[in-house]
């Protein structure tokens, strides 16, 4: 049974330009969230998706947005990157929106 | 409004030497308790969690914890440790039963280091 799988799994973007992460959720579940690690720092939570829906949503401004799509996986997209756009992000899948978490391994963002 | 402190950015142990990882937290309404670990280049896997009943709570690996509500910590313990319990350890906290994302807060980790 594959877990929750994130790609690409680093990436070097430059200042100003566009970004998408994409995540595939762990089998039978219907439920993405995503989170930006910084490095020594504790994952934020960024929003949650739901029945392809976004369901709820951290301190992230506009620039950063989702998409999910009807077989639940689902993509994070930033725009105008900023040097303090550089983490680690991560994806976590759960059956329903309030269960237990399972993270993906991540995707390391470098903006230069 | 929900935050947690985790006391010790990293924390060197012998192997086999007993090891606390320590975590308090400050929440205004009910509070769930989670402890996760990371090991290198992986994700966020769930050690152990308090939802009520028995404040010791025990977890994989051989982890335990306890939930103390007049100190408002939430330590992890390990009796032995050992060289693959090398990681990032965090301790979390939610307002919401199953841990839901969106009720998520994380403290910013404590490295544990083993040394043989």
């Known amino acids: 049974d594959a877990g929750v799988t994130q790609s690409p799994t680093h990436l070097i973007k430059t200042r100003g330009q566009q970004v998408t992460l994409r995540c595939s959720p762990k089998?039978?579940?219907?439920?993405v969230s995503w989170y930006q690690q910084a490095l020594g720092q504790g994952p934020q939570f960024i929003f949650q998706?739901?029945?392809?829906?976004?369901?709820q949503r951290g301190n992230f401004p506009d620039r950063f947005s989702g998409h999910q799509f009807p077989n639940y996986s689902s993509e994070l997209n930033v725009n105008a990157l900023l040097l303090g756009d550089s983490a680690l992000y991560l994806c976590?899948?759960?059956?329903?929106?309030?269960?237990?978490?399972?993270f993906g391994p991540g995707t390391r963002l470098t903006v230069l | 409004a929900q935050s947690v402190t985790q006391l010790d950015s990293q924390v060197p142990v012998f192997e086999e030497a007993p090891v606390e990882l320590r975590c308090n937290y400050s929440?205004?309404?009910?509070?769930?308790l989670f402890w996760y670990v990371q090991y290198p280049n992986q994700g966020l896997q769930l050690l152990l969690k308090?939802?009520?009943?028995?404040?010791l709570v025990k977890g994989i690996n051989g982890f335990e914890a306890e939930f103390n509500k007049s100190q408002t910590s939430f330590h992890l313990r390990k009796p032995s440790v050992h060289i693959s319990d090398t990681a990032e350890y965090f301790c979390a906290v939610s307002d919401r039963e199953g841990g839901g994302a969106d009720g998520l807060t994380f403290g910013k980790g404590t490295h544990l280091i083993i040394q043989p």
């Open positions: 308090y939802l009520s009943g028995s404040t």
């Open positions: 976590a899948s759960s059956f329903a929106p309030n269960n237990e978490q399972f």
């Open positions: 998706y739901y029945e392809e829906e976004e369901r």
């Open positions: 089998s039978g579940h219907d439920t």
């Open positions: 929440s205004s309404v009910s509070v769930y």
